[in-house]
């Protein structure tokens, strides 16, 4: 049963950073595409980055060039670094594993984390 625990997420003003890890534990991590996925209040879940089993990353374009998704496969955990935020990336942020590319509604979730971001 595969069991993914987020942390990292918190309060911060506009232009602050923030890192978010995604702990990964019940599942061969290596070999599962890993994405954070996010969603504000009132609206749908939305991709905010993947990494491929291989390292390839592909981000919303409301994000690229802000944030980075990277994996270490030694800890089973991936990361999400967020610079310059702004207020629109206000959510809660989830990690998702997916191990044979069928998108979001397949796979296994974590329980989110919240990000603020104030004006």
Not at 32 to 61: C, F, H, S
Not at 97 to 112: E, N, T
Request: net charge positive.
């Amino acid at each position: 049963q595969a069991h993914l625990v987020e942390s990292g997420g918190g309060w911060v003003q506009a232009g602050g950073s923030l890192r978010l890890s995604c702990a990964a534990s019940g599942i061969i991590f290596s070999i599962n595409g890993m994405g954070w996925y996010r969603q504000a209040p009132g609206k749908q879940r939305e991709l905010v980055a993947r990494i491929t089993t291989g390292g390839k990353t592909n981000y919303a374009d409301s994000v690229s060039g802000r944030f980075t998704i990277s994996r270490d496969n030694a800890k089973n955990t991936v990361y999400l670094q967020m610079n310059s935020l702004k207020p629109e990336d206000t959510a809660v942020y989830y990690c998702h594993a997916d191990r044979y590319g069928l998108g979001p509604s397949y796979g296994s979730w974590g329980q989110g984390t919240q990000v603020t971001v104030s004006s």
